[in-house]
């Protein structure tokens, strides 16, 4: 073909064969390598993120709002169901019967039941 | 037949990287000039020999040595300059509509004659003008041509006789 005209380029073949065989270098690095390093920035963030994650920190509770003290108090009305009943019962005596006017032998009778009762039932749960 | 026998030895071994290696040195320049037979053009010779290349190391652990290396990277070669013609006749075209050919390539320094058989080549049938430009630029013989085309010799002489024709009465109207 040279003889029809057709040339090429001042060590053509020199230079493009250092080319022809880059391919095969470039393509066969172990692709390994590139995962690798995937997987070790991923690690790495991961572990990075634990560390700077914020923690779960302890509030004392003087320092909560009260709005937050009532609306778990609410949350928590179970521990009211199990409120013993017969306080229950006296705290709702107390209006109708006027326990000012109560005689205090009668009042520290019944403080002294309770005080049984609740002994009791500490044992009992 | 000796390189064939080691390159078979290194495929089976594994030994690709090797292999490519050998196959650029013995190879490259006779790839070249069959692609160039094909563009003509030189930069266009330099992307078909650089993407066959890269076909040809993505395919060398596949190849089943059933045909010669020489005859596996030919038809790479011939795969993909047809492939290059057909994009740059789709995309290529310059501002006048012509494709840009030999006649404006800075590697090409042949006399006008040959600008215009080229100009006169570009309007024949593809397999025409494959068959035209591997028997007159290359000066491939049709057996060797026959096994590259997977075509008939007699088929490939009668295709040649019909573009030399058709070539000639192009010339002529010129």
Do not use: C
Not at chain 1, 31 to 37: M, N, T
Not at chain 2, 121 to 138: A, G, N, S, T, W
């Amino acid at each position: 073909m040279e003889s029809k005209g057709f040339k090429i380029p001042e060590d053509y073949f020199h230079h493009k064969n250092k080319e022809l065989l880059a391919i095969s270098e470039e393509k066969s690095r172990p692709k390994l390598r590139s995962l690798s390093f995937g997987v070790i920035a991923a690690a790495a963030s991961m572990i990075l993120a634990l560390f700077l994650w914020p923690q779960d920190q302890v509030t004392p509770i003087t320092n909560l709002p009260t709005e937050n003290l009532s609306a778990y108090l609410i949350e928590q009305e179970e521990l009211f169901t199990h409120y013993p009943q017969h306080r229950l019962e006296l705290y709702s005596l107390g209006d109708s019967l006027n326990l000012e006017k109560l005689d205090s032998n009668l009042i520290l009778d019944y403080l002294d039941e309770s005080l049984y009762l609740d002994t009791y039932e500490s044992f009992t749960l | 037949m000796e390189d064939q026998k080691h390159w078979n030895q290194w495929l089976q071994g594994g030994k690709h990287q090797a292999l490519f290696k050998e196959l650029v040195q013995a190879a490259s320049e006779k790839l070249y000039w069959h692609a160039r037979a094909i563009v003509l053009r030189h930069d266009w010779a330099d992307d078909v020999l650089q993407e066959s290349f890269v076909r040809i190391w993505k395919a060398l652990p596949k190849f089943r040595a059933e045909s010669s290396f020489y005859t596996w990277m030919y038809r790479i070669v011939t795969r993909e300059a047809l492939a290059l013609l057909k994009k740059e006749q789709r995309y290529g075209k310059l501002e006048d509509g012509q494709l840009p050919g030999a006649w404006n390539d800075p590697f090409f320094d042949g006399d006008q004659a040959i600008a215009t058989l080229e100009r006169a080549i570009h309007e024949l049938p593809e397999k025409q003008q494959l068959v035209f430009k591997l028997r007159y630029f290359q000066e491939m013989p049709y057996e060797e041509m026959s096994d590259l085309l997977n075509t008939s010799t007699g088929a490939l002489k009668a295709s040649f006789h019909h573009a030399k024709e058709k070539i000639t009465q192009k010339i002529k109207k010129l």
